[in-house]
Nanobody, 114 residues
Framework: QVQLVESGGGLVQPGGSLRLSCAAS????????MAWYRQAPGNERELVAT???????NYADSVKGRFTISRDNAKSTVYLQMNSLKPEDTAVYYC????????WGQGTQVTVSS
């Protein structure tokens, strides 16, 4: 059974920072790529960042230079460090992994507002 549990969301002012965490259950973690997605009200879910099993990363153009994805295989946890946050970053952020089928976390709300 694969379970993903996100944490770290909240309300932050523009220009601020947050770090999201995604704790994964099970022994599957290290060989698999992980990803963060987000979904704002009225919008489709969009890919934010990915990290391979070896640590190679990719980012959406909208977050390049501001967000950093990382992973700690010993803790089965993936992180998303978000700096210089903008109001348009407001969304529910989801952790994702595909192991034969897709698995999603429950999401964590990030609100960027003054």
């Amino acid at each position: 059974q694969v379970q993903l549990v996100e944490s770290g969301g909240g309300l932050v002012q523009p220009g601020g920072s947050l770090r999201l965490s995604c704790a994964a259950s099970g022994s599957f973690f290290s060989p698999y790529a992980m990803a963060w997605y987000r979904q704002a009200p009225g919008n489709e879910r969009e890919l934010v960042a990915t990290i391979s099993s070896g640590g190679r990363t990719n980012y959406a153009d909208s977050v390049k230079g501001r967000f950093t994805i990382s992973r700690d295989n010993a803790k089965s946890t993936v992180y998303l460090q978000m700096n210089s946050l903008k109001p348009e970053d407001t969304a529910v952020y989801y952790c994702y992994v595909k192991i034969l089928m897709e698995y999603w976390g429950q999401g964590t709300q990030v609100t960027v507002s003054s």
